[in-house]
C-alpha cells in the first residue's frame, strides 16, 4: 500500500480525483485476459506511469518531472532493478523524443506483471460521471 499523505485512493498527489486524472493525463491501459472456463471476457486496467513510478519508488513520487535529464535517470534507475539495461536499450532504437514513451512502457509493462502476479493494488473506486468505476491499477 502506498504510504504517502499526499496519496490517498482517491486523491492523487495532484489532488485531482483518478477520474479526473485519468481523463486530463491520459492514464495508459493495462489489458489483461484471465484465460479458462468464466473468464473469456478481456479485464481492462487503468494505469499511470507516474502512479507506478511511485509505487516502483516506495510510495514516493519522483521529485522532478520525467522530460528533465535528472528525471529521465531516476526513472531508469528505478527500472534497471527489474528490467536490467532493457530500457537502455530499447531506448537507443528511437530518435530522444521518444525516450519517454519506451520508459513509460516499461514501466507499465512492470504494472502488466503485477497483475499477473496478482500482487497489484487497485486505488480509487468511485464511480465516474459515465459511470464507470475510477480506478488506477499498480
Known amino acids: ?11 492523487l498527489n495532484s489532488g485531482k480525483s483518478l477520474e479526473e486524472s485519468s481523463t486530463k493525463d491520459k492514464g495508459h491501459l493495462v489489458m489483461t ?10 479485464r481492462i486496467r487503468e494505469g499511470h506511469p507516474e502512479v507506478s513510478f511511485a509505487a516502483m519508488n516506495g510510495g514516493a513520487a519522483i521529485p ?5 535529464p535528472e528525471g529521465e535517470l531516476l526513472r531508469l534507475q528505478l527500472l534497471r532493478n527489474h528490467f536490467g539495461d532493457a530500457p537502455e536499450g530499447r531506448m537507443s532504437k528511437f530518435p530522444k ?9 516499461f514501466v507499465m509493462l512492470w504494472t502488466a506483471r503485477r497483475i499477473a502476479k496478482g500482487c497489484h493494488q487497485i486505488l480509487g473506486g468511485e464511480i465516474a460521471s459515465h459511470g464507470i468505476r475510477a480506478q488506477i491499477t499498480i
Open 1 to 11: 500500500m502506498l504510504a504517502s499523505a499526499n496519496f490517498t485512493p482517491s486523491r
Open 97 to 105: 523524443s521518444a525516450h519517454n514513451d519506451v520508459i513509460d512502457a
Open 64 to 68: 522532478v518531472g520525467k522530460r528533465t
Open 33 to 42: 485476459k484471465k484465460m479458462g472456463p468464466g473468464h473469456s471476457t478481456p
